[in-house]
Antibody, heavy 123, light 107 residues
């Protein structure tokens, strides 16, 4: 079964750090670009970051640029999001999502999503 | 960034109705548009990609059309399981952007 499972969410104080993980299974992880998308409570979806299959191409939303770092370990079938200098407005459910096709750069719809992990930034 | 605007933001409909949701991009995005369905507490689900191609396993009552800046999602005969929130997303240029969502509620 094709599956993505996020972990690492929790409660953190403003200015703190957190590292999210996304474990992939059931497909050739190293062939697909991957993404992080977040959803604040009661709000819509916001794209956060994307990384190509070989990590050659990395993109960030302006709202997280300079604070968040996306990475992947193809040997471990895992995607990561290192979040630093967290703010209250970063409070959201964070989803990892797979690009639909095996292309060298992120440029596709998201066909597989994890169940999400909640990040709460509060003092 | 390209702005995606959906309309309406919400509406009520009955089972069996034909419903249409529109999505407008602030600049041309060719056919690089996807539609997702999200139910409360669940992850989004891809319904349509490339503006009009139905994702595998998605019922044929869902259809998409449009190119450039104006797009539509149509549900031909609304079923009980279709009451949800729908999002459009452009993947034409970074950063990817979603519409604000359209909530379809039971009348």
């Amino acid at each position: 079964e094709v599956q993505l499972v996020e972990s690492g969410g929790g409660l953190v104080k403003p200015g703190g750090s957190l590292r999210l993980s996304c474990a992939a299974s059931g497909f050739t992880f190293s062939s697909y670009s991957m993404n992080w998308v977040r959803q604040a409570p009661g709000k819509g979806l916001e794209w956060v970051s994307s990384i190509s299959s070989s990590s050659s191409y990395i993109y960030y939303a302006d709202s997280v640029k300079g604070r968040f770092t996306i990475s992947r370990d193809n040997a471990k079938n895992s995607l990561y999001l290192q979040m630093n200098s967290l703010r209250a407005e970063d409070t959201a459910v964070y989803y990892c999502a797979r690009d639909q096709r095996e292309t060298p750069t992120p440029h596709d719809a998201f066909d597989i999503w994890g169940q999400g992990t909640m990040v709460t930034v509060s003092s | 960034a390209i702005r995606m605007t959906q309309s309406p933001s919400s509406f009520s409909a009955s089972t069996g109705d034909r419903v249409t949701i529109t999505c407008r991009a602030s600049q041309g995005i060719s056919s690089y548009l996807a539609w997702y369905q999200q139910k409360p507490g669940k992850a989004p689900k891809l319904l349509i990609y490339a503006a009009s191609t139905l994702q595998s396993g998605v019922p044929s009552r869902f259809s998409g059309s449009g190119s450039g800046t104006d797009f539509t999602l149509t549900i031909s005969c609304l079923q009980s399981e279709d009451f949800a929130t729908y999002y459009c997303q452009q993947y034409y240029s970074y950063s990817w952007t979603f519409g604000q969502g359209t909530k379809v509620e039971i009348k």
